[in-house]
T-cell receptor, first 114, second 114 residues
């Protein structure tokens, strides 16, 4: 059973389009995250939700909007896609928001904006 | 601000040789320290972490790391490299000052020569 799953795995789209990435975890965790990994493999946190409440909101363009319908799901919607949004997006989850909690990562969604 | 420095974007070793991947962090408060591994086209997987207690931490696949507060280091070692160890390795830190956000280093690509 996949612990943290993301769909789709690959996403190719045109500039200006709107797209969503979905994430689900079956670990019973309270906290979920979105990370962006750029072409140089640098990983940066974007958002974090704890029990459906937004607790981390990094300096991300407001074209990016996360939504957590329940503890097990965290989706990422991106409006008006730009070339610079091309990256691999990772979802992760942890037992809680404590800094010592291990984060479990999904397989990633590779977004390519043409 | 918290930061993580991984010396060497690429490290190449022969199969059976010692693996040493370097990580230095900056933190003014007690940190939590992590090593993650990323295999090609996959998500990140925890190798090991330091939270409190014993400064020598053992992880999966024969890896270990030692927290040295005086040197602000958390270097990753493995006595004998295996071909399957070839991957990207990320050091990460979280602490109270960063609101327990996970801050990643830029990664080190480990190449294992036969």
């Amino acid at each position: 059973d996949t612990a943290v799953s993301q769909t789709p795995k690959y996403l190719v789209t045109q500039m200006g389009n709107d797209k969503s990435i979905k994430c689900e975890q079956n670990l019973g965790h309270d906290t979920m995250y979105w990370y962006k990994q750029d072409s140089k493999k640098f990983l940066k946190i974007m958002f974090s939700y704890n029990n459906k409440e937004l607790i981390i909101n990094e300096t991300v363009p407001n074209r990016f909007s996360p939504k957590s319908p329940d503890k097990a799901h965290l989706n990422l919607h991106i409006n008006s896609l730009e070339l610079g949004d091309s990256a691999v997006y990772f979802c992760a989850s942890s037992l809680g928001p404590a800094g010592s909690d291990t984060q479990y990562f999904g397989p990633g969604t590779r977004l390519t904006v043409l | 601000a918290q930061s993580v420095t991984q010396l060497g974007s690429h490290v190449s070793v022969s199969e059976g040789a010692l693996v040493l991947l370097r990580c230095n962090y900056s933190s003014s408060v007690p940190p939590y320290l992590f090593w993650y591994v990323q295999y090609p086209n996959q998500g990140l997987q925890l190798l090991l972490k330091y939270t409190t207690g014993a400064t020598l931490v053992k992880g999966i696949n024969g890896f270990e790391a030692e927290f040295k507060k005086s040197e602000t280091s958390f270097h990753l070692t493995k006595p004998s490299a295996h071909m399957s160890d070839a991957a990207e390795y990320f050091c990460a830190v979280s602490d109270m000052d960063s609101s327990y956000k996970l801050i990643f280093g830029s990664g080190t690509r480990l190449l294992v020569r036969p």
